[in-house]
C-alpha cells in the first residue's frame, strides 16, 4: 500500500532556530518527492522537487535531503522566520500506466513564535 | 497569466442540495487535478484530466460526485446530495504533462465547503 507518514505532527520553535521535518514513504514506483508549504487557508506551494538521483536540493532557507534507499526524506529549515508558520507537506509521486498518482502525507504543523 | 484560479472561494449549503465549483488553470497546463483537504489532513485525490478526458478517478470517489473538463481548458466538479461529511477545502491544480518525469503542480487558492 502506497503511504507517507511524517512527523513529528506538530512542532513549535523560536524564531531564528533551525529545524527539521521528516517524511517516510512507502511508494512504488518511485517516480520523484516534493515538498509543500500551505499557509491556514490557502493552497499548497512548492518548495522542492527531487528524483530518485538527487540527495540534496536547495531552495533559499530550505534544504530537502533523500534517502531513496531508506525510502526516507527530511526539510530542513535554517534560521527560522516568523512567515515559515505553515503546514509542510511531503509528497510522493508513482507512475503507472494511468499516469502519474500523487501521495500526500498528512503534513507538519510549524508554529514559529518570537 | 496569474495562475490557477477557483470560483466560488466559500460556498455553504444545506444538506441535500447540489453544488458546482469551477476551475481555470494556467492556461498552457494540459494536465488538471481535483483534490480535497479536510482540517488537519493533507489533500486527497480526487480525479484528474489530460486536456479533456477524465484519466484517473480516485476509487475513494463517491458517485454523488462528477467531473468535467469539456474543451480541455476549465473544470467543474459537481457534487450531488451534499453531505455534512463533503464539508471540506476543495483544491484544484494543473501542470504540464511532464517530458522528464518531473511534474510540478500548481494549486488554486480552493474552494471552502460547508455543508450544515
Known amino acids: 500500500k502506497n503511504q507517507v507518514e511524517q512527523s513529528p505532527q506538530s512542532l513549535i520553535i523560536l524564531e531564528g532556530k533551525n529545524c527539521t521535518l521528516q517524511?517516510?514513504?512507502?511508494?512504488?514506483?518511485?517516480?520523484?518527492l516534493r515538498w509543500y508549504k500551505q499557509d491556514t487557508g490557502r493552497g499548497p506551494v512548492s518548495l522542492t522537487i527531487m528524483t530518485f538521483s538527487e540527495n540534496t536540493k536547495s531552495n533559499g532557507r530550505y534544504t530537502a535531503t533523500l534517502d531513496a534507499d531508506t525510502k526516507q526524506s527530511s526539510l530542513h529549515i535554517t534560521a527560522s522566520q516568523l512567515s515559515d508558520s505553515a503546514s509542510y507537506i511531503c509528497v510522493v509521486s508513482a507512475k503507472d500506466q494511468a499516469g502519474t498518482a500523487l501521495i500526500f502525507g498528512k503534513g507538519t504543523t510549524l508554529s514559529v513564535s518570537s | 497569466d496569474t495562475g490557477v484560479s477557483q470560483n466560488p472561494r466559500h460556498k455553504i449549503t444545506k444538506r441535500g442540495q447540489n453544488v458546482t465549483f469551477r476551475c481555470d488553470p494556467i492556461s498552457e497546463h494540459n494536465r488538471l487535478y481535483w483534490y480535497r483537504q479536510t482540517l488537519g489532513q493533507g489533500p486527497e485525490f480526487l480525479t484528474y484530466?489530460?486536456?479533456?478526458?477524465?484519466?484517473?478517478k480516485s476509487r475513494l470517489l463517491s458517485d454523488r460526485f462528477s467531473a468535467e473538463r469539456p474543451k480541455g481548458s476549465f473544470s467543474t466538479l459537481e457534487i450531488q446530495r451534499t453531505e455534512q461529511g463533503d464539508s471540506a477545502m476543495y483544491l484544484c491544480?494543473?501542470?504540464?504533462?511532464?517530458?522528464?518525469?518531473?511534474?510540478?503542480?500548481?494549486f488554486g487558492p480552493g474552494t471552502r465547503l460547508l455543508v450544515l
Open positions: 517524511c517516510n514513504y512507502t511508494v512504488s514506483p518511485f517516480s520523484n
Open positions: 491544480a494543473s501542470s504540464l504533462d511532464p517530458t522528464s518525469g518531473m511534474e510540478t503542480q500548481y
Open positions: 484530466f489530460q486536456n479533456e478526458a477524465q484519466l484517473e
